[in-house]
């Protein structure tokens, strides 16, 4: 599996803004989702994943009731919807892609495959 993101850019706090994952290959719908982020200087975080039944959980602490994880098997895409947007939010995104759900969606790495990272940038 090929994972492309996309949709990442420059925004003003409380803008927002729709992350994409285009993926390769004939199974997507049989692949469970996440987004992680990365932020200078600082580890990768959990942001938000999706099961392979549509099933989402999010990093409450960082991105409660802003952000909205969802996937289109029809397009092979998953995204991230991204609300209220703030500076702390600024960081490359990553998508990534995994079979198994064990371990569950937020631990990165059990994900076998990641895409590219775009940058999401917020200022103040």
């Known amino acids: 599996v090929q994972l492309q993101a996309c949709g990442g850019g420059l925004v003003q706090a409380g803008d927002s803004l729709r992350l994409s994952c285009a993926a390769s290959g004939r199974t997507f719908s049989a692949y469970n989702l996440g987004w992680f982020r990365q932020a200078p200087g600082k580890e990768r975080e959990f942001v938000a994943g999706i099961s392979w039944s549509g099933e989402g959980t999010y990093n409450e602490d960082s991105v409660k009731g802003r952000f909205t994880i969802f996937r289109d098997n029809a397009k092979s895409t998953v995204y991230l919807q991204m609300n209220s947007l703030k500076p702390e939010d600024t960081a490359v995104y990553y998508c990534?892609?995994?079979?198994?759900?064990?371990?569950?969606?937020?631990?990165?790495?059990?994900?076998?495959?990641w895409g590219q990272g775009t940058l999401v940038t917020v200022s103040s």
């Open positions: 990534a892609a995994k079979r198994s759900l064990t371990y569950g969606l937020g631990y990165a790495p059990k994900y076998d495959y």
